[in-house]
């Protein structure tokens, strides 16, 4: 869950040099931890609850870009 921390690392700039590939990987394993993260806080296992609302965030901009690519999600 370390990159989770580092979701602010990674700029806009590097999310629009992605490829449509890369795109559509980065937003299956973020949708999967988004997941793993909204189970754990069900099972009372996550205290960092406000890494939740920066992975949808995360999630949100990665399709923004998808779509301005043209990409269909």
């Given at each position: 869950m370390k990159e989770i921390k580092d979701l602010k690392l990674k700029d806009l700039a590097k999310l629009n040099e992605l490829s449509k590939a890369d795109l559509k990987q980065?937003?299956?394993s973020s949708s999967k931890n988004l997941y793993v993260l909204k189970m754990k806080k069900q099972l009372g296992?996550?205290?960092q609850t406000h890494l939740?609302?920066?992975?949808?965030?995360?999630?949100?901009?990665v399709k923004t870009?998808?779509?301005?690519?043209?990409?269909?999600i």
């Amino acid at each position: 869950m370390k990159e989770i921390k580092d979701l602010k690392l990674k700029d806009l700039a590097k999310l629009n040099e992605l490829s449509k590939a890369d795109l559509k990987q980065e937003l299956a394993s973020s949708s999967k931890n988004l997941y793993v993260l909204k189970m754990k806080k069900q099972l009372g296992e996550q205290t960092q609850t406000h890494l939740i609302k920066a992975l949808r965030r995360y999630i949100a901009r990665v399709k923004t870009i998808a779509s301005s690519k043209g990409i269909n999600i």
